[in-house]
């Protein structure tokens, strides 16, 4: 996946809290409130594999299915981060940027995403209401709670801000043996994006907090949300920034390969029995087997639309 070396990003659509000050607490002492509040790329697997293979153990079930949120933290407004947000401006300003530094092509990745929703929902007479997404170190105080870097990546609806350390990418490529590369870093976050989509369609307010199971609500939430990312994949080089510039110059069978990749190896299946060493329980299941985010995922890469991504409809088989 390359970048338009001479496109211009917008930094202000990313928030920099690392080092500012604007965190909470690290380990599992956060309560995220993933099942009920927050909507997480792994959520409650990735806590569960890490108690099981190396991570602390005697974690609170409550953290992971609701339990209350921890606070409503504001973005900080300490000297330090914004000291942040002017060296991430000042480090991410064209697309050539974005090919050298790992922020950068996070950001240039959050413009393209955001834009392509923006003509998508204009396409269908709608507002789509942009989302920050901010970059932490560690842990962090959300609107759904305190959440630590173990959470993997995530969502609030309600503070509508999306939430990642970026050490993930190195997590997913040493702990699950994903591929990596640039365009599976960017399903991640626009996986994430897909999850602010549904807030502000209302969908994800379909799902009863906590469900589980092959074909449960949560499944098919995060189901979708694999292929609003594919939608936004098919649509990425012909998505322009604010000067008419496209972000992205190109996406190559090798970038849907290792895509694909990563989403097979987020899948509740695969967790469970190659990271965790368990007896595959679909009962359990919240996000969706490896075939089953493939599938979704490739839904959305091959139609290019979003409409071809109703998980939720009577009959549905999600694979």
């Known amino acids: ?124 007479g709608r507002r789509y209401q942009p989302a920050n997404t901010r970059f932490f170190s560690g842990g962090v105080n959300t609107g759904c709670g305190a959440a630590s870097s173990d959470t993997g990546p995530f969502y609030c609806p309600a503070d509508h801000l999306i939430y990642i350390d970026l050490t993930f990418f190195q997590e997913l490529e040493q702990r699950f043996g994903a591929k990596g590369g640039p365009f599976a870093r960017a399903y991640v976050l626009a996986h994430e994006y897909g999850h602010h989509v549904q807030n502000l369609l209302g969908t994800n307010r379909q799902v009863r907090s906590g469900a589980t199971g092959a074909t449960s609500g949560s499944v098919r939430l995060e189901l979708q949300a694999d292929c609003y990312a594919g939608v936004w994949a098919n649509h990425a080089t012909q998505t322009t920034s604010a000067s008419g510039k496209p ?57 290019g639309d979003p409409g071809q991504c109703d998980t939720f409809a009577k009959g549905t088989d999600l694979g």
């Open 1 to 124: 996946m390359d970048f338009n070396s001479d496109a211009e990003l917008d930094t202000s659509q990313v928030e920099d809290l690392r080092g500012s000050g604007g965190g909470g607490g690290g380990g599992f002492g956060g309560r995220v409130a993933l099942g009920g509040g927050g909507v997480s790329l792994v959520g409650l697997l990735l806590y569960f594999v890490l108690s099981q293979v190396g991570g602390a153990a005697g974690i609170d079930p409550s953290i992971l299915t609701g339990g209350a949120p921890g606070g409503t933290a504001s973005r900080s407004q300490s000297q330090s981060g914004q000291v942040s947000d002017e060296a991430l401006r000042q480090r991410c300003q064209r697309g050539r940027d974005a090919a050298a530094n790992r922020d950068c092509e996070a950001v240039a990745v959050i413009n393209s995403i955001q834009a392509y929703w923006t003509r998508e929902f204009a396409s269908e």
């Open 247 to 303: 972000l992205i110059q190109n996406v190559t069978s090798t970038d849907i390969a290792a895509g694909v990749d990563t989403a097979e190896r987020i899948g509740d299946d695969f967790i469970q029995s190659e990271l965790a060493g368990q007896r595959v329980d679909q009962s359990k299941f919240t996000h969706g087997s490896s075939a089953q985010r493939e599938k979704w995922l490739l839904a959305g890469i091959r139609s």
